[in-house]
């Protein structure tokens, strides 16, 4: 490993953790504030625009897995069978060359 | 704590898949199986990097390429803000290490579970949180001493348990019609920047803001009108 590899770890790694503090800092400043609302929504929000970032651009047959995934969600509320029949229904189409 | 630790394991072994193709990815990179879970352990960021990797092995500089990949990692400053009160039970020490074992996926089911029962809190964070920092560590290292042997587990459907898993988080977090618009507008504008060809990470960070204005927008009026 040369001098510009540990480099790399060094610098990603500082900049990973002062992304990660500032988060904190502004964490505690907005729960002291009146602004403390965002950070209920803000959970659901960030989630929300990580399955937008998965599904933009995929094929029909992950749409119709993330909307069978969906009604699993809404019925069990259970992270585990979500998954199971997300990948359940993403298999099953893929095999039948949806 | 066990709890957590338990709760995660599904999502862990997802992680794992993207563990062990970043592992050939920094392999093919000149980087040892050491320095690869010396990465790992030390920066705790599977989208930040594959980027700087990437980077790195194009031939960039190294702080564009480390800062390239950083960036991506910005949607962090809300996640870890969201976990204010969570931690705030935490002496200084823990709550440092608390923010750097805290990933998409145990933040995730971490807010999830805790929107169902109230006593979750920061000791089920650090249980999967330390699960998901050694798996991700221990999958890539595997991944680079391993290299291409290993079959594309991605071609199974795997990869999409992860969307399936965010899906049900999202679930977890619903709190009735105030959160519709918001929550449309987040997916919506994720999405759209997505197809403009917008980096994901930057997408998402877009799509969190618009739905964040809303939902102070939304509010505000919700309380002028009561």
Redesign the interface.
Known sequence: MTDYHWLLIGILAAAAFTIRLTGLIAGNAIRRSRLAPLLDDLPGLIIVALVAASLAGQPVLTWLAAAAALAAAWKTNNVVATMLVGVAVFAGLSMTGF | MKRGAI?IL??AFGAAIYGFAFGILAAQA???WW?VA??SG????GS??IV??EQ?SGGSA??G???A??AL?????????????V??SLPLHL??LA??I?G?EN???T??ERA?NPAIGAAFLLGSGFVMISVWTASTALGAVLGASLPDLEA???G????????????????GQE?IL??LV???V???L??TGLP?AY??VG??LC??TL??VV?QRRSAGE
Do not use: C, E
């Open positions: 709760a599904p999502l000149g980087f040892p320095g010396m990465m030390a920066v705790h960021a930040s990097q700087a990797v790195f190294i702080l390429a480390a800062l990949g950083a990692n910005l949607r962090y400053i809300g996640i870890v803000a969201s976990l204010a009160r931690l705030q709550r440092l923010i750097h805290t998409d933040w995730a089911l807010m999830a169902k199974f459907g795997l999409f348990a992860f969307t399936a898993a965010f899906i049900a988080m999202a679930r977890g977090l619903w709190r959160n918001p929550w987040s997916f919506a994720t999405g759209l997505v197809m994901k997408a998402i799509g969190t739905g964040l939902a102070t509010r």
